[in-house]
C-alpha cells in the first residue's frame, strides 16, 4: 500500500492476524486460535473464538464508504426491535467502552474500519430439499417484518439507505450508474435507459404509501436466513434501507 493509495476491505483481511487482535480486545475477547474467514464479500466477516469464556462470536469489519456510525447504529436498532417484536435477530455485543461500534486502526493500515460483533447463532441456510417451504417461511418472515414497521417508531437519528426510485433507478444510484460500464455499446447503453426509465416512471405511480412503502431488509433471501433448533433467525442487515415492501 502506497503512502497515497486508500486502503480497502483487503487491506484489513490481509492483516487480519494483527487486526484481529485489536479489534476483539476492544470488545473484551481474546481469540483462542486464528481468527476464521466466513465471508469476504461487501464486508469482511470473522469467527472468533474467545480463549477466556469459551464463547464463539462473530466480527464484521466494514467496508469504508458505505455505511456509516450512524446508520450502523440504526441497523442495530432496528435488528433489537424485530427481536422484541418476535423476529428473532442476532445480538450485538458492547464493546468493553459500552458502544457496539469499534472504530478499529493499526499501525500496518494507518486508518480506521468500523468493526462490530455479534454472538454466534448455531444453525444453516434452509436447504434446497423443499424450496416452496423455505419460500413460505421467507414470505412469512417478510410480512411480519413489513407489519412491525408499520406499527414501529424509528429512534431519532435513524439513518438507512433509501432504495426508492433515486436509489435504485435515478441519474446517481447507490449501487453506481450502468452507463459507466465501459463493456456497454451504444446500443445496449439506449435499451438500458429505456427500461430505466420506464421503470422509474412506474415505481412513482405505485406510489409510497405506508402500506406500500417503509423499512425493508433488502436482501432477505434464504441464505440471509438461518434455521435454529428454536427457529429461524434473519442475518445480513447491512442493506437495509427504506423502499418498497413488493
Not at 4 to 9: A, E, K, M, Q, V
Not at 145 to 166: K, L, T, Y
Request: proline share 7%; net charge negative.
Amino acid at each position: 500500500m502506497t503512502p497515497t493509495s486508500r486502503p480497502t476491505l483487503t487491506d484489513a483481511v490481509t492483516h487480519i492476524e494483527a487486526f484481529g487482535v485489536v479489534a476483539a480486545a476492544r470488545f473484551g475477547l481474546r481469540p483462542a486460535a486464528p481468527l476464521e474467514l466466513l465471508s469476504h464479500r461487501e464486508n469482511a466477516v470473522f469467527r472468533v473464538d474467545d480463549a477466556v469464556s469459551g464463547a464463539r462470536y462473530v466480527l464484521r469489519i466494514h467496508r469504508p464508504g458505505y455505511q456509516n456510525q450512524r446508520s450502523i447504529r440504526s441497523e442495530l436498532a432496528w435488528m433489537e426491535a424485530l427481536s422484541e417484536a418476535g423476529v428473532a435477530t442476532p445480538s450485538a455485543l458492547a464493546g468493553v467502552d459500552g458502544d457496539p461500534i469499534q472504530a478499529v486502526t493499526i499501525d500496518a493500515i494507518g486508518v480506521p474500519f468500523d468493526c462490530d460483533v455479534f454472538h454466534w447463532i448455531e444453525g444453516a441456510p434452509p436447504g434446497d430439499a423443499d424450496l416452496a417451504e423455505t419460500y413460505r417461511m421467507v414470505g412469512s418472515i417478510n410480512a411480519r417484518m413489513h407489519c412491525h414497521v408499520q406499527a414501529w417508531s424509528p429512534p431519532d437519528g435513524f439513518e438507512r439507505h433509501v432504495w426508492d426510485e433515486g436509489g435504485m433507478v435515478g441519474t446517481d444510484p447507490l449501487w453506481g450508474r450502468f452507463g459507466d460500464l465501459t463493456a456497454l455499446s451504444g446500443e445496449q447503453r439506449a435499451l438500458l435507459s429505456e427500461a430505466r426509465n420506464g421503470v422509474r416512471e412506474r415505481v412513482i405511480a405505485f406510489g409510497k404509501t405506508p402500506d406500500l412503502y417503509g423499512l425493508i431488509h433488502s436482501d432477505l433471501v434464504p441464505k440471509n436466513i438461518l434455521v435454529t433448533k428454536d427457529g429461524p433467525m434473519v442475518i445480513d442487515f447491512d442493506d437495509c434501507g427504506f423502499g418498497w415492501f413488493l
